[in-house]
């Protein structure tokens, strides 16, 4: 970028907020420590989810019944769940038909602050991971806790989070999808993994994310 081009792009960033998914970097310290864009917090009865191509934050669908997210959720910037992902989740599964759901890295944030705003920024340490399984789509759940968290922030990895509080997130997106009256949608986790296994599943998205959308890590340069 010459610097008149650097100039432009600087007053523009001043102008226009920055895209939450390619306009946000996903962090120095990458997998340990990650930028997460929030898009749902426990309070909301609503389906949220980032609009992919404007930005904005959009609603997806009204719950028609009681489920919460009992923790914040939202996704990593400049992550996507392409072939490398899916490939890792073949591999552990012992299969050969997933593919990546063609997705941002979906992240789990658990704080003991009663956080009631999305749209937001927060840096997340990663602990672990679900490995979900949507039909036949990798749909990787990354679990983290807010940095600097003053309860959870003792937590080394996803062994140390209790096993109430593993099931009640396995039993949130086990159902989350789940409308009365329709089939049962088909989705399962297969395994629960601790965070080395996160950090190469993050590593991965950010090498599909890279394929996928080669040119604009040189734009936002």
Known sequence: MNSLSGQIFNLMTLLYRAHPWH?????????????????????????YELDKRSGLLKIDRPQRFSSMPPMLYGLVPRTYCGER??????????RNDIVGDKDP???CVLTERPITQSNIIVQ?????????????????????????DFVYGVWKDISDVPEKLIERLRHYFL??????????HVTQITHI????EAYEVIRRSQEDYNVKFSGLDSFYQ
């Open 85 to 94: 992902v899916a490939e890792l989740c073949n591999s552990k599964t012992e």
């Open 193 to 196: 993994y601790g965070r080395e």
């Open 23 to 47: 306009g946000v970097e996903t962090g120095d310290q990458s997998p340990e420590i990650v930028n997460s864009y929030i898009e749902m917090v426990p309070t909301d009865t609503v389906k």
């Open 124 to 148: 997340s340490v990663v602990i672990g991971g679900f490995r979900m399984i949507d039909n036949n789509e990798a749909d990787d759940k990354i679990i983290a806790f807010l940095k600097d």
């Open 175 to 184: 159902t989350y999808k789940d409308i009365p009256g329709e089939a049962k």
């Open 105 to 107: 890295l979906d992240i």
